[in-house]
C-alpha cells in the first residue's frame, strides 16, 4: 500500500503541479485582457529547458540542486504515505537550504541576494509551519499523517486560525506576489531571477520539476485540515485545495511586492494572531 | 517535443533609438500577446533561447553584446531588430558605430524595418524558433553548435 502511494505521488505530482502552473499562467494573462499561453505551455517549457544545454558555473551547484530535488521527493513521500508531520516540516527546510546553498555557490550578485531573501522568506513561513504541525498534534493527539487523516472530525473544526496562517505562509511557499522577493515565476524582476539565476537548462528543469512537487505536497497540507474519516471528505478536500491554488493566483495578480520587512513583520503578526491564539484557545479546551 | 513551443527571449537594447525597442515590447501587450506561443521575456541570459538586439553595435556595447551571447545555452539564434541592429541604419556614419550586430556575433534572422513592427518582429521571432529546433537536431546529431566553434 506504502509503494503504491508513494509511485502514484511520485507520478500523478508533476501532471498536477504542471496543470496547476498552467492554469495560474492562463488566469494571470487574463487579469491583463490577454489570451495567455495554453494550458500546457509549464511542461512544453520543462520539455524545452531538458533539451537544452546546462551552462555549469561550478562544481557543486549541480549537487546541490540534486540534494533539493531529492529531498524534496522525500518529504512529499514522507507526506503521503502517512508519516511524521515533524519530520516533514524538517526535511521541507532541508531542501530549501539545498536550493539555498545553490544559489549561495554561484559568483553572481543576482543569485546571492536571492539565496539572502530566501533565509528571510524561511524565518518569516517557519514558525507558522511548525506550529502547524502542533496544532494538528493538539487536535487529534498524533503527529503522524495517517492518524490525522483518520480523524473523527475535521482538523479545521479546531484549527481555523491556523488553516488561514497556512493560507498565508502558502503566499510565500508558492512564490506569489506580494511575497516573491527571491525569485519570481513572471519575468523580468528586480533582481533577474534571484534564486534561479544562475541555474539553467536542464538544472533549471530540475528545480521546475521539484517545485511542482513542492506544491502538491503543500496543498496535500491544506487538504489535511479538511480530510477525516469520512470517503466524501477527500473530494471536498480536493476541492478546498483547488480554490486555495486559485486564490494564490488571485492574491498574486493583485497584490504588489512588498519589501522583506513587511513580509518578515505581516508574518510574525499572523502567526501570533491566528496561530498563537488558536494553539491557545484549542489547549483550553481539549 | 519541439523547442519551438517554448521559446525565451532576451531582449538588449544596443544603441537604438528606443523605437524598437517599444515595438518589441508592444507583442507582448494584449494587443499582439506573444505568450499564446509560450514566448516568455526573461531578462536572464541563462534561461534565454532567442536573443533580440534593437539598435546598432557601439565601442561601448560590443563587449556586453559578445559577453550576453556566451552566456546564453545551446542552441540559441540570435535576431537582429530594426535597420540599426542589421546595418547600423541612421546611426551608420556615426564615430562610435561599428556596425550592425553581425560585426561582433552571428546574427540568425535580419528584422526590417525603422522602426520594425509588431507584426514582422513577431515573423522573426516566429523564423527564429523554426532555426531553434534545426540547431537542436544539429546538436544532437553531433554537430558543435557554431557559437562554439570560433573558442
Ligand atoms: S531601426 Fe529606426 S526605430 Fe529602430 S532603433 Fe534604429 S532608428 Fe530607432
Known amino acids: 500500500m506504502g509503494i503504491l502511494k508513494i509511485a502514484l505521488y511520485l507520478i500523478l505530482a508533476p501532471f498536477i503541479g504542471g496543470l496547476l502552473a498552467g492554469i495560474d499562467r492562463k488566469i494571470g ?16 517549457d520543462l520539455f524545452k529547458l531538458f533539451e537544452k544545454q546546462s551552462l555549469v558555473v561550478n562544481g557543486v551547484q549541480d549537487f546541490f540542486v540534486g540534494g533539493y530535488f531529492i529531498f524534496v521527493l522525500f518529504t512529499g513521500c514522507l507526506f503521503f504515505i502517512g508519516g511524521d508531520l515533524l519530520l516533514v516540516c524538517f526535511a521541507l527546510t532541508l531542501a530549501e537550504v539545498f536550493l539555498m546553498m545553490a544559489a549561495c555557490s554561484a559568483n553572481s550578485p543576482y543569485s546571492a541576494m536571492g539565496s539572502q531573501r530566501e533565509l528571510l522568506q524561511m524565518m518569516a513561513y517557519e514558525p507558522m509551519l511548525l506550529l502547524t504541525a502542533i496544532g494538528f498534534y493538539i487536535a487529534t493527539g498524533s503527529f503522524m499523517v495517517e492518524d490525522i487523516a483518520r480523524s473523527n472530525v475535521s482538523p479545521i473544526v479546531y484549527l481555523p486560525g491556523m488553516f488561514f496562517g497556512f493560507l498565508y505562509i ?21 533582481m533577474v531571477k534571484g534564486i534561479t539565476t544562475e541555474l539553467s537548462g ?13 506544491d502538491v ?15 466524501w471528505s477527500f473530494l471536498i478536500a480536493a476541492a478546498v485545495c483547488l480554490i486555495a491554488y486559485i486564490l494564490e493566483t488571485f492574491v498574486d495578480n493583485l497584490f504588489p511586492r512588498v519589501k522583506w520587512d513587511s513580509m518578515l513583520k505581516s508574518t510574525w503578526l499572523v502567526t501570533l494572531v491566528a496561530g498563537g491564539v488558536n494553539l491557545l484557545i484549542l489547549t483550553l479546551v481539549r | 517535443m519541439n523547442i519551438s513551443k517554448s521559446p525565451w527571449l532576451l531582449h538588449y537594447d544596443g ?7 517599444i515595438e518589441v515590447l508592444a507583442c507582448t501587450t494584449p494587443v499582439y500577446d506573444v505568450e499564446r506561443f509560450g514566448v516568455v521575456n526573461t531578462g536572464n541570459p541563462k534561461h534565454a533561447d532567442i536573443f533580440l538586439i534593437t539598435g546598432g553595435i557601439n565601442s561601448q556595447n560590443r563587449e556586453v553584446v559578445k559577453q550576453l551571447y556566451s552566456q546564453m545555452p545551446d542552441p540559441k539564434v540570435v535576431v537582429a531588430v530594426g535597420i540599426c541592429a542589421c546595418d547600423g541604419g541612421i546611426f551608420k556614419e556615426c564615430y562610435n558605430i561599428l556596425g550592425g550586430v553581425d560585426t561582433v556575433i552571428p546574427v540568425d534572422i535580419y528584422v526590417p524595418g525603422c522602426a520594425a513592427k509588431p507584426e514582422s518582429i513577431i515573423d522573426g521571432v516566429v523564423k527564429a524558433v523554426a532555426l531553434l529546433d534545426k540547431k537542436r537536431a544539429a546538436m544532437k546529431a553531433g554537430k558543435t553548435p557554431a557559437s562554439q566553434k570560433e573558442e
Open chain 1, 29 to 44: 494573462a487574463r487579469f491583463q485582457g490577454r489570451q495567455g499561453p495554453p494550458l500546457l505551455q509549464p511542461f512544453y
Open chain 1, 202 to 214: 536542464n538544472i533549471l528543469a530540475l528545480v521546475e520539476l521539484a517545485v511542482w512537487y513542492e
Open chain 1, 170 to 190: 502558502l503566499t510565500i511557499k508558492f512564490r506569489k506576489s506580494p511575497f516573491d522577493i527571491s525569485t519570481s515565476h513572471h519575468a523580468h524582476q528586480e
Open chain 2, 15 to 21: 544603441s537604438s533609438c528606443n523605437g524598437c525597442d
Open chain 1, 217 to 231: 505536497l503543500l496543498l496535500g497540507m491544506i487538504g489535511l485540515f479538511i480530510v477525516n474519516m469520512k470517503w
